[in-house]
């Protein structure tokens, strides 16, 4: 056990060092992309908020779950990075929502772009977490007890990041917006982009300045700056391509061809599980068991025993020794390693010649009253003091006994359980109550883990699907895209688990878990794109162009930052984070797969009609005050007053509104 402690969860440990690499290279990509690359338009400190963010849910979970006596596993390391694939990618939603405003919306006040970005993404993000949310909630009622709790450690941390990215990180991303307006922040959240515009001009003597509020009023950035190569390519060429019907046929006959093999590996995989995975390969531990294999065919396992309880041991001696032969006879049990008292208490009493002992004996040489067995096993136990480490006594009376032996190697799981309940109803025969007499070793918890992990691995994976179906249909409010959403996610998990027989993975506590992360992780890249179509308008295919042109690099950033930070996982030497790569390179591969390619194709052919609403993103009616410098920036003229989206009336509030829409464009 203490070889286990050391070498497996050791070599966990060990490798955090890769991991924290991954979660560096991944917050260095959300600084590169999330704003644009000069002094003034940059967001890198809205990128540190975001991580912070990140990081106060991780401190909610754990703080949270640990006060609620919810125990920590070593499974629960990878935890923070499922916080950060959807932290993440929330944080490249909303900012692309903000992004995605022009024209008029763009000179509305800031607290009304800030809502206008939040009246999208607040709904795909809101869809996400809730169902994650949920597919973990139902996930914690497995009777695993690991599973159970990195589940309510997962929900609990997800709800906490939806509620911190609301609250700390969507006000952080208003001031930060203040800030590249070059405005001080209290005016510029309540006061139109033409008035912070006109008020910029006022101050000439401001230096371009990363620093909050310090830009020079004819500031405008380099072209190279603004040039973001991932968006044009999903605006210009991708949105094109993925309604071209050519290309649309054979994207799904890769998806249905890709979705048959892989069903054909989802189910042939099966359930296996060794402890010996956990040591990493140039561990003692390793040598140790390549040298018993060699010179001993690797039968030195672990100690077992057969315990039996408060019974009457008079009456079921006999029934004791038959239990004893039959396990010495087992196929799982080492030749020659089973320790019978029972039958060296029968020896004894047929070789004593002691006339005492003799004639507490019936004819067929047992005990005749319970008296007489608790004489005879005390002089037992003087004539063999070694049998009494197997016997546990209260006062004079026989209350519990252990009969050891030791195991052989059976090289596979399915082999083992059935062995286990092999060994169980023998122990449990001739009326023996089976909690009063069971075999038992510390390994046979793993086994008895491996008899249910299948089972409630479908469980949770269909409770999930549940949740996910039912969450978005109350969200997204239309059944045929809610199925679209479902069915994505179902085939991402398919082609997981297909993926998982063709790189040698089985069904093992580690890989339930991560798909059942999966499962959070893939619907987040369908919701978006259903969504982001169901609120835009046109024909079908132009409203696919417009769903990829608009959110598709958010959602391939979203998935790519995933990828960024598990990548160093590949050269980990540890079972959990050897497999983590497996699985979530996967998981990356097919979410986008389905979210990016499949889904827009199924909703350029029988796509739902969008929603019915009022266009409120540019309110033509409401007035909006130009600033007069001679009256110190208030008006009385009625005449200065307009409407935003209407021309003005002079030529030189022409030519400022042509300044302010130059301006931002660029913001």
């Known amino acids: 056990m203490r070889t286990f402690l050391d070498e497996g969860s050791g070599t966990i440990l060990k490798d955090l060092g890769i991991l924290a690499g991954g979660y560096i290279l991944l917050i260095a990509f959300v600084i590169f992309v999330l704003g644009k690359r000069n002094c003034v338009q940059h967001r890198v400190w809205l990128s540190v908020v975001g991580i912070i963010t990140i990081g106060l849910s991780i401190l909610w979970s754990f703080g949270l779950c640990s006060y609620g006596d919810w125990y920590f596993t070593g499974l629960h390391n ?19 929502a903000l992004d995605n405003l022009k024209g008029d919306q763009l000179r509305l006040p800031l607290h009304e772009k800030i809502g206008l970005a939040l009246k999208h993404a607040g709904v ?26 990195f589940c309510v450690f997962a929900a609990v941390g997800i709800l906490g990041l939806f509620i911190f990215q609301l609250i700390f990180f969507t006000p952080f991303m208003a001031l930060d917006e203040a800030r590249r307006s070059g405005m001080p922040i209290c005016r510029s959240l309540w006061n139109s ?13 401001r230096k371009n300045a990363c620093i909050p509020m310090h830009i020079h009023s004819h500031w405008r950035p380099m072209d190279c700056s603004n040039k ?18 050519p290309a649309q046929l054979n994207i799904v006959i890769m998806a249905v061809g890709c979705l048959a093999v892989m069903a054909y590996g989802t189910t042939s995989l099966k359930q296996d599980f060794d402890p010996r995975w956990f040591f990493p390969s140039d561990s003692y531990a390793t040598e140790y068991i390549k040298a018993d294999e060699r010179h001993f065919g690797g039968s030195s396992q672990q100690p077992a025993a057969l315990y039996v309880g408060d019974i009457n041991f008079h009456t079921h001696l006999t029934s004791l020794e ?55 096993i005390a002089n037992f136990i003087k004539d063999q003091p070694e049998n009494s480490f197997n016997l546990v006594f209260n006062g004079d009376n026989l209350t519990a006994t252990k009969i050891p032996y030791q195991n052989t190697w059976l090289d596979t799981s399915s082999k083992r359980i059935d062995a286990l309940a092999d060994l169980r109803s023998i122990a449990a025969a001739n009326n023996i109550p ?14 008895d883990t491996d008899k249910v992990i299948k089972d409630e691995l479908l469980r949770n994976i269909g409770l999930a699907f549940l949740a996910v179906y039912l969450i978005t249909l109350f969200l997204l409010a239309n059944f045929t895209t809610s199925l679209f959403v479902s069915c994505c996610v179902i085939m991402t998990l398919v082609d997981l688990a ?43 295919k132009e409203r696919v162009r417009k769903t990829i042109s608009t959110i598709g690099a958010a959602v391939f950033y979203g998935g790519f930052s995933t990828f960024l930070a598990f990548i160093l996982l590949a050269a980990s030497k540890s079972y959990v984070f050897k497999t983590f790569f497996k699985v979530f390179l996967g998981v990356v591969i097919f979410g986008l797969f389905h979210g990016l390619c499949l889904l827009p194709i199924v909703l350029c052919w029988i796509g739902p009609e969008p929603y019915e609403h009022k266009d409120i993103s540019t309110n033509t009616q409401k007035p909006v005050k130009k600033i007069d410098r001679r009256l110190n920036g208030h008006s009385r003229n009625p005449s200065d007053y307009y409407y935003a989206g209407r021309l003005p009336r002079s030529t030189s509030q022409f030519k400022n509104q042509l300044e302010v829409q130059g301006y931002t464009n660029h913001i």
């Open 434 to 447: 089976p909690e009063l007499s069971f075999p038992f070793a510390e390994g046979y918890t793993n086994i």
């Open 228 to 245: 973001n190569f991932i968006h044009a390519f999903f605006e210009n060429y991708y949105s094109r391509f993925i309604t071209f019907l």
């Open 78 to 96: 990878v935890l923070p990075f499922l916080f950060l694939g959807i932290g993440v990618d929330d944080i490249f939603i909303i900012v692309q």
């Open 498 to 540: 297909g993926m998982m027989y063709f790189w040698d993975l089985t069904i093992d506590t580690v890989t339930t878990i991560q798909l059942i992360i999966s499962i959070g992780l893939s619907v987040d890249y369908a919701v978006h794109i259903a969504h982001t179509f169901l609120i835009s308008k046109g024909t079908r």
């Open 193 to 205: 982009q033409a008035e912070v515009t006109h008020l910029k001009r006022e101050n000439v003597h």
């Open 322 to 376: 038959g239990i004893c032969d039959k396990v010495s006879n087992h196929y799982w049990v080492k030749e020659g390693t089973l320790d019978c008292w029972a039958r060296s208490f029968r020896s004894f009493l047929n070789s004593s010649s002691d006339a005492a002992i003799k004639a507490k004996l019936d004819n067929e040489n047992l005990p005749k009253t319970e008296s007489d067995f608790i004489f005879l």
């Open 124 to 149: 795909s993000i809101t869809i996400t977490s809730l169902t994650d949310v949920l597919a973990f909630a139902v996930g914690s009622s497995t009777i695993l007890p690991a599973l159970r709790s």
